[in-house]
C-alpha cells in the first residue's frame, strides 16, 4: 500500500507560479513511477506530467510543457510539481498518482491516488 498526500495549492494570478508536494508513505516509493493528473470542473480528469522510479525520465502534457516541471526526491519519498506562467485554464484540483506503469499517463494504469489539492488560477 502507498499513501499520498499533496500540498502547495492555492489561489495565484495569471503569469504567477506555484509548488505542488507529494508526500508518499508505505513500501517501496521509489520503485514507483509517478504523476500528476488535473480535474476541472465538468472535465474529465487529465495527466499533466509523470517522472520514472529513478527520477531519470520525464514527460508531460503538450498543454504544460515548458511551464511545468515534475521532480522527485526518493529520500523523502516525495514528488514534486513545480508550476510557472500559470494561466487561467491550468485552474483544477491536482492529484499525485503512483504505478508501475514504465509510462503513467493513463488513469487506468494508476495503483494510488491522493485526495488532491486545489489550483486557482485568477486572470
Known amino acids: 500500500q502507498v499513501q499520498l498526500v499533496e500540498s502547495g495549492g492555492g489561489l495565484v494570478q495569471a503569469g504567477g507560479s506555484l509548488r505542488l508536494s507529494c508526500a508518499a508513505s508505505?513500501?517501496?516509493?521509489?520503485?514507483?513511477?509517478m504523476s500528476w493528473f488535473r480535474q476541472a470542473p465538468g472535465k474529465e480528469r487529465e495527466f499533466v506530467a509523470g517522472?520514472?522510479?529513478?527520477?531519470?525520465?520525464?514527460y508531460y502534457a503538450d498543454s504544460v510543457k515548458g511551464r511545468f516541471t515534475i521532480s522527485r526526491d526518493n529520500a523523502k519519498n516525495t514528488v514534486y510539481l513545480q508550476m510557472l506562467s500559470l494561466k487561467f485554464e491550468d485552474t483544477a484540483i491536482y492529484y499525485c498518482?503512483?504505478?508501475?506503469?514504465?509510462?503513467?499517463?493513463?488513469?487506468?494504469?494508476?495503483?494510488?491516488w491522493g485526495q488532491g489539492t486545489q489550483v486557482t488560477v485568477s486572470s
Open positions: 517522472i520514472g522510479w529513478s527520477g531519470g525520465r520525464t
Open positions: 498518482a503512483a504505478g508501475r506503469a514504465a509510462t503513467l499517463d493513463q488513469r487506468y494504469n494508476v495503483a494510488y
Open positions: 508505505g513500501r517501496s516509493f521509489s520503485s514507483y513511477a
